[in-house]
């Protein structure tokens, strides 16, 4: 079964860091493009970042570029984001998806960040 | 990078047809054919139900299809069940490997 579980989310202040991470379960991780979407409370999708199988291209959205870190390691089978200088309209639902023919095919469950002092 | 614009809600009547558009740029739905749907409950994570403009994945029901024309892709929900309520979410590839959604479309079964 293809499966992403993500983890890492929690309440940090205004200005503070988290990491998340995205393990990945059931399917050829090393070769799958991946992507961080997010989620503010009552609101629509966000596109926050992506990363190609190797991990030697990155993107992200403008609002988090200088700020959050994508990255992967293909031997653990696992997705990262680092966050730094959060902000209060960083506080979200953050998912990982796995990326197949450009859409989010599959996506974890998610997992919720905070930023409030 | 602004979303694509979709319109905040839609409606129909079990049985009826209805069509979301999501409507972007010649930089992103008028350049690619990479547009892709999303369903989501409340409360849970989306599911993909149409990749690359109008491909269902496997186990979606075919009363889901989408289409394009210029700037502008739709999803038409046909036969419409209570199932079917939920928030419908569009996507496209941009240039420059970036991803634009829209701002979704809350789905009402009347």
């Known amino acids: 079964e293809v499966l992403l579980v993500e983890s890492g989310g929690g309440l940090v202040q205004p200005g503070g860091s988290l990491r998340l991470s995205c393990a990945a379960f059931?399917?050829?991780?090393?070769?799958?493009?991946m992507h961080w979407v997010r989620q503010a409370p009552g609101k629509g999708l966000v596109w926050v970042s992506h990363i190609n199988s190797d991990g030697s291209t990155t993107t992200y959205a403008d609002s988090v570029k200088g700020r959050f870190t994508i990255s992967r390691d293909n031997a653990k089978n696992t997705l990262y984001l680092q966050m730094n200088s959060l902000r209060a309209e960083d506080t979200a639902v953050y998912y990982c998806a796995r990326d197949k023919s450009y859409a989010m095919a599959v996506w974890g469950q998610g997992t919720t960040v905070t930023v409030s002092s | 990078q602004s979303a694509l614009t979709q319109p905040p809600s839609a409606s129909g009547s079990p049985g009826q047809s209805v069509t979301i558009s999501c409507t972007g740029t010649s930089r992103d739905i008028g350049a690619f054919n990479y547009i892709s749907w999303y369903q989501q409950y409340p409360g849970k994570a989306p599911k993909l139900i149409i990749s690359e403009v109008s491909n269902r994945p496997s186990g979606v029901t075919a009363r889901f299809s989408g289409s394009k024309s210029g700037n502008t892709a739709s999803l038409t929900v046909s036969g419409l069940q209570a199932e079917d309520e939920a928030d419908y979410y569009c996507a496209s590839f941009v240039d420059y490997d970036s991803w634009l959604i829209g701002g979704g479309t809350k789905l009402t079964v009347l």
């Open positions: 059931g399917f050829d991780y090393s070769n799958a493009w």
